[in-house]
């Protein structure tokens, strides 16, 4: 599902296919599902969307962050090849948003809209709970510069080099 209308979708907001050494597109080591997108933004900014589908679960996870890198970019291609391990490490996960578990704006009292499949009894009952999610997921993804937007409203990028290693704020001028 993900890969029929969640990836189009991103595809067309700008997003593509991480450049870096051996992003993850498609099954893992572990049988489950990763999808690596990124994009810059008009503040030459890093934007990457990771998707993860375990094997067994009923969740997709999808996960933003984004980034200022120095020196800026002129493309996403002059980061290929690069390894990427450190923009998922400590500090720079520490920024890193989950759309709709992380930075919502009230608490949840009760269940709150996510990306899940939930509790279903027949097959019919399966069928409708995907479709569900399809359309949320769609929506989501259709939205999903909202979701940017209150990332910005409650995070401020992480300053790195090309490869993700934290470049001190003192040495850019900030």
């Known amino acids: 599902m993900f890969v029929k209308f969640g990836i189009p979708i991103l595809k067309r907001r700008g997003f593509e296919e991480m450049p870096f050494q051996a992003p993850w597109f498609g099954r893992n080591n572990l ?9 810059l933004n008009e503040r030459q900014h890093l934007e990457i969307i990771t998707t993860e589908i375990s094997k ?7 996960f933003l962050n984004i ?9 996403l291609e002059q980061l290929k090849g690069l390894p990427i391990i450190q923009f998922y490490l400590p500090p ?7 759309l709709r578990i992380h930075g919502i704006k009230v608490i949840p009292l009760f269940n709150t809209v996510k990306h899940k499949i939930k509790s279903f009894y027949t097959k019919r009952g399966l069928e ?7 359309r949320l997921i769609e929506s989501d993804l259709n939205d999903i510069d909202s979701f940017i937007k209150r990332w910005y409203e409650l ?11 934290k470049i001190d704020d003192n040495l850019t001028g900030k």
């Open 31 to 39: 049988g489950d599902y990763t999808y690596e997108l990124c994009r």
């Open 56 to 62: 067994g679960d009923l969740w997709i996870k999808i």
């Open 67 to 75: 980034f200022e890198l120095k020196p800026e970019l002129n493309s």
């Open 92 to 98: 720079n996960s520490l920024t890193e948003m989950r």
């Open 128 to 134: 409708r709970r995907v479709k569900n999610l399809q």
């Open 155 to 165: 995070h401020k990028p992480m300053v790195t080099n090309w490869e993700g290693k």
